[in-house]
């Protein structure tokens, strides 16, 4: 079986293609063929070493093989699997290894996949789509007639919830880093967009809102926007970080107090995805938005297996919309 595999961390030509015996399942373990595999931020921080990242996943150093989301038939299941068998359609999510053509993971990891879902888009935006759910759901309840700032309004995660809450009546402030994203932001469903590089969020937010600023803050980029972020919430609101792209974070309690009372929380799916009752109705209400016009999901970028290392180059260049998948 061909598998990525990276034996040392650095710039994505450390990815190469290597033939590996893969095995059988274990108990509560499936074997997956993989039709299509996810690509995500959070396996280019693999791929570099980030520290933060590799000490929160536990994972060793090397080698290792990147992704953590794909979706395919299932092949082989483990002897104590209730919930799935051979031939069955699926998607997998948070399941390390998952850049090749085939893969085992848990039965706790996996989800049935509809027939109305193709593997590109299931493998895409399950991970993604999961995220948002638990964001604006169970981290900060988006409730009607709320307003939202969403950085990074056309990423992967952040398109998704500037579509999703704003089906809940909210009204929908999103950031972009380039004007050529403004219009793409607004068919999403964003009221008003801002470019971080070229305009004042903070100005923008309040000349929006009548001064009155946001509920709550959703943000993948860290750093950059975390200042601005503050400053565009009114008292007691959220700020709910979820990515640090940009750079990590480092919050004084205190400025929660001088900036309003707020609250700040750094949202993580894997606190939800234990209960496998809970990960499966999020499955279930992100699937059905998707089937029944709620969420647009664009067909992602496809490469080869092979082209592991130029679908992280394309992630990192922040120059494409939408998302990457890789066929083996």
């Known amino acids: 079986m061909k598998r990525i595999v990276v034996r040392e961390h650095g710039a994505p030509s450390v990815m190469k293609i290597e033939e590996v015996e893969l095995g059988h399942p274990g108990p509560d373990e499936i074997k997956v063929r993989n039709y299509a595999i996810g690509v995500n931020y959070t396996d280019v921080y693999t791929r570099q070493g980030n520290e933060t990242y590799l000490r929160k996943m536990n994972q060793e150093i090397e080698p290792f093989t990147p992704g953590k989301e794909g979706a395919g038939i299932v092949l082989e299941v483990g002897e104590s699997v209730k919930r799935f068998k051979p031939g069955d359609r699926v998607v997998y999510v948070q399941s390390f290894g998952a850049y090749g053509e085939c893969h ?182 992100y699937f059905t938005a998707i089937t029944d016009g709620t969420i647009h999901i664009g067909p992602p970028v496809q490469l080869p297996l092979t082209e592991a290392p130029k679908a992280h180059e394309l992630l990192e260049s922040n120059k494409r919309i939408g998302t990457v998948i890789l066929v083996p």
Request: charged share 25%; aromatic share 8%; proline share 2%.
């Open 104 to 285: 085992i993971v848990k039965e706790s990891r996996t989800l049935p996949l509809p027939e109305s879902l193709s593997f590109e888009i299931a493998a895409s935006n399950t991970l993604r789509g999961l995220t948002a759910h638990f964001l604006m759901h169970y981290t900060y309840p988006v409730r009607k007639g709320e307003i939202v700032l969403v950085h990074a309004a056309t990423g992967g995660v952040g398109s998704i919830l500037t579509q999703w809450i704003k089906s809940k009546g909210a009204t929908v402030i999103g950031t972009v880093d380039s004007d050529d994203k403004k219009e793409t932001a607004r068919q999403l469903g964003a009221d008003f967009v801002i470019n971080t590089l070229t305009e004042d969020v903070v100005a923008k937010v309040s000349e929006y809102t009548d001064g009155k600023k946001c509920h709550v803050v959703f943000d993948g980029l860290g750093k950059a926007v975390a200042e601005a972020s503050l400053n565009s919430l009114r008292r007691f609101g959220y700020y709910v970080n979820y990515g640090m792209v940009t750079g990590s974070i480092h919050l004084d309690l205190w400025d929660l107090a001088v900036h309003g009372s707020l609250y700040a929380t750094f949202g993580d799916l894997k606190h939800h995805e234990d209960d496998y009752d809970k990960l499966s109705s999020m499955g279930k209400d």
